[in-house]
Structure formats: C-alpha cells, structure tokens
C-alpha cells in the first residue's frame, strides 16, 4: 500500500503526465499554481485534460455520496406508502403559493444574475408551465405501479423456484444544466429504490437551494424517508462535478448539458468504473422522402423550431428531384417559425442547397438575437457538409441548417455520419419509404412528424431524467429515455419447498 509520503505535494509547470497509454500532457501554470496539497487532478485519458479538484470540493462531494449511501441501505426498509407520500408532500409544496413564494424569487434572481452575465436562460424560467409540469411530474411518479421487488420471471424446477427480481441500483449521480424542472424530475429514481445526488449548473444553484429548503426537505421528514435520500451539492464549482463523477460508490452517473462538457464527465465516471447515461450534444433531422407531402412538410418543420431544446430541429435535408417544391417549404415554414417569435430563423446552406435558396439571404443582415444580446448577421450563411453535426443552441431566434440530397440514403448516411445520432424523422407518404428510413437510420427516437415528440413526460406519460443519444454507441438494455423506473437492476432468488434438494 503507498504511504501519504507517495501522495502528490504540488506540481511543476511544464511537468509530463502520461495518458492514454503513450501519450503526454503538461502542467500549465495556472494549474501548477492552483495545486496546493490534499487537492487532485484527474487525468482524462480520451483527451489529456488535466482536471483540477481542490480538496474542499471533494470532500464535500464525498460527504454527499457518503449520506446517500447511507440513505439507500435505509431506504430498503420503508414501505412503498411512504415513498408516495414524500412525492405528494413534495409536489403539494409546489403547488402551494405561500411555500413556494420564496423558491419562486430564487429563481427571479437566478435568472437576472443569468441576463446580467450574458447567459441563456430559456431553460432557467421556472415558469407557470414548468411549475405545473414538475408537480404533475412528481404525482405521476406517486401513482406510479410500485416496482421495488417486482417479480421479473420464475423457473420452477422440483422442489424449489429460482425467481427473477427488480431491485434498486443504489446511488445515482446526475450532474445537469440550469434546469430547475430537471431537479424535481430527477427524484424520480426514489420511486424505485434508489437515492440520488444532485449538482446543478451554477446558474440555477439559487432556485434549487430554495426547493431543497422549502418543498424536498421538508417533504423527506414529512415522509420519514432518510434525510440523504436527495442530496444536493451546495457549490457552483465545475470540479464538484468531476469529484462527484469521480465516486466509485455511485452505482450510476446521470449528465446533461453542453456536449463537451458532458463527454468529459463520461470520461471521468468510466474512468472510475461507474456506468454512464449521456446526453450532451442534441438536435433532431427532418428529412423529407420522395413522396413526401409539403404541407407535412411544413406543419413538421414549423412545429418543431417552438423552442430550443434537444429535440428541436436542427438539421432538414430534401431530395434533389423535389427541392423546387418542397424547399419553398421550408423556408416559408422557417420564417413562419421566427414570426412567432417576432423574429427571423437563421439560416445555414450546404452548396447542394444554395441553388434553391434566394442569393439575397447571403447578403442581407438580420437581427438574431442571443444570449448576449441581439447582433447582426446574415440571414443565411453557407455551411460546410462537415458541419450538419453543429447544434445550433439559439436563444431567441431559431436556427437550422438545410441541406439538399441526391437520395434519402444520402439523408440517412449523413444523418448515421455527423450528427449525434438522437432524434429524426421521415416526412413522407410512402409506407416503404418509411420502413426503409426506420431500418438504416441509426437514432434511438424515429418518427414521421414533428421532432419535439421527444420527451419522456409527452410521450411515455413518465418524468424523464434525461435523454441518452448513440453518438457513442447504443445504449444496452434500455431505451434512450432515462426515467425513475429505469434504474434497476435484477437480483435471483431461490425458493425452496423441499428440504431434501441434492444437486
């Protein structure tokens, strides 16, 4: 066993780390400043990052995978009836004005510290909608068919069954972005057994500190469910993230949010052994088939630019033998979308598109308005074929990218090539056309409408807790929806009516 003598004191700049089995990364200076001893450094071995986590911020983090530990050996022994009951006093606390009085001016300002950074904060509004979507949320996972020790299968053999069991998986670790719904929502793994610790981006740190005070914790005494049973940890620091990702005691790792950051968090929880549920770069794909309808066409695309979220979308692709038509249909579809939002749509142009697309768009500048404020660009811009994996993540004024094809093959291998492989659909009145595009396309979530479908409470009537994409691969044994019901895993047990069994 190394002696503390063997631990890392400090570190130099330009120092070697080795990754990756034969590759090096130095220390640069800010890091071999910032080290002082006690803190750590994971070195992410996909891509050489040196990822500094300073002692407090681990020990924190340890602090709060070491409570809910302890919370899922208690959880075991209370009664399903409780576990329903923290989910009502939880959403009854949201719903009610006076306790929620308090979150909801959190949240206030949450959201202008947001604006006065420059950052987006479409998703940060706790809105009345959302509200209403988180307590309808938290009901359903109360109603929900309990399933705690369900039986799976049984083999019955002479003399004893061996019976196949749904049991929880233990702590689950969710690391997302300034979403306050997505808070609440992730609860819902205690429906099945499971405890969970949170570490929302710093942008909405304020509101979830408020619901954690005024509705979750006070909903867990109500209850009698351990205190640890929900966790959250209390720091706005990016390294909590990578030290929570870090814990070997996590039996799962939950991240959303920016793409890159995201795979960097994946990387540090496989580095430590823990499975992985990923979401971080989306943006659904319309294509349109060569019996495809134009009206369709255009309720699909309209229908899915409301707002941006993961599944809004982000890449349309036309066959060549029907671009005359059918891309005056997106376009007007496109504009249609911005009007809405008292806007324009920006819009980027592969070559093959650029012949149906009026030449003045190139050159005319337009408002769009982001995050930091409204600039001018131009209305369209060309784009690369490369560049349809690019997501747009627009703040006020929709954003796509238009591409022409030869065939929906080429859809399909462009789709299956660039893009995060999350969500597409098949505009067309052709069930062979529609069979053919469900076959080879490879996404998890294939539809022949709107994109925005996509979601676990629209579609499966259950909170989700995120959506995971095959950019790295499918996933195994479950869909791409993560929700409270799909953290389980599967334990065997013999039952035994005969004492006189010999093998």
Not at 421 to 437: G, N
Not at 456 to 465: H, R
Request: proline share 5%; net charge negative; with cysteine.
């Amino acid at each position: 066993m190394p002696s503390v003598s063997d631990r890392l004191e400090r570190l130099e700049p330009g120092q070697p780390v080795l990754f990756a089995g034969n590759r090096v990364a130095t220390v640069g200076p800010d890091l071999a400043a910032a080290f002082v001893p006690g803190d750590r450094v994971v070195v992410v071995q996909t891509s050489g990052d040196l990822l500094h986590i300073p002692a407090a911020e681990y020990e924190r983090v340890e602090a709060a995978v070491l409570r809910a530990h302890d919370a899922f050996a208690g959880l075991g022994g209370v009664p399903d009836a409780a576990i329903s009951a923290f989910f009502e006093e939880f959403a009854r606390r949201l719903e009610d004005d006076v306790s929620f009085a308090p979150i909801l001016r959190a949240n206030e300002a949450d959201v202008e510290a947001a604006r006065a950074k420059g950052r987006s904060t479409t998703r940060l509004v706790l809105s009345p909608k959302m509200r209403a979507d988180m307590v309808g949320g938290l009901r359903t996972w109360r109603d929900f068919p309990v399933s705690r020790d369900a039986l799976v299968d049984a083999v019955q053999h002479d003399g004893w069954t061996a019976e196949v069991r749904r049991a929880p998986l233990g702590v689950i670790g969710f690391v997302f972005e300034g979403r306050p719904n997505v808070f609440a929502d992730a609860t819902g793994v205690i429906r099945t057994g499971n405890t969970v610790v949170f570490r929302i981006g710093s942008d909405a740190l304020g509101t979830a500190r408020s619901i954690v005070e005024h509705a979750l914790a006070p909903a867990l005494v109500h209850a009698g469910l351990p205190p640890g049973s929900a966790v959250l940890v209390d720091s706005p620091s990016r390294a909590s993230g990578w030290a929570l990702f870090d814990q070997r005691r996590l039996a799962l790792a939950v991240a959303r949010g920016s793409g890159t950051a995201v795979d960097q968090l994946g990387a540090v929880a496989r580095q430590a052994g823990v499975p992985v549920s990923l979401h971080g770069t989306g943006g659904a794909w319309i294509v349109a088939g060569e019996r495809a309808d134009g009206d369709d066409l255009f309720q699909a695309v309209y229908h899915s630019l409301d707002r941006k979220v993961c599944n809004t979308v982000n890449v349309i692709c036309v066959p060549r033998s029907r671009a005359a038509e059918l891309v005056p249909q997106v376009l007007l579809a496109t504009t249609s979308a911005g009007e809405r939002r008292n806007t324009v749509t920006k819009l980027h142009i592969t070559d093959s598109a650029a012949p149906f697309v009026d030449a003045q768009l190139f050159h005319s500048q337009v408002e769009v308005r982001r995050a930091e404020g409204a600039v001018l660009e131009p209305h369209a811009e060309p784009i690369a074929i490369e560049a349809l994996g690019i997501e747009w993540e627009w703040e006020d004024t929709p954003e796509v990218s238009l591409c022409v094809v030869d065939t929906v093959a080429d859809a399909v291998r462009l789709f299956n090539t660039y893009s995060p492989r999350l969500v597409a659909s098949m505009i067309s009145k052709d069930v062979t056309e529609q069979e053919q595009f469900w076959s080879t396309i490879n996404s998890p979530f294939v539809g022949n409408g709107f994109t925005r479908w996509v979601d676990g409470q629209f579609a499966l009537d259950k909170p989700e807790l995120g959506l995971s994409n095959w950019e790295n691969g499918r996933l195994f044994a479950r869909s791409g929806v993560l929700g409270g019901d799909s953290a389980f895993t599967l334990r065997i047990r013999a039952v035994q009516d005969s004492p006189h069994i010999h093998r």
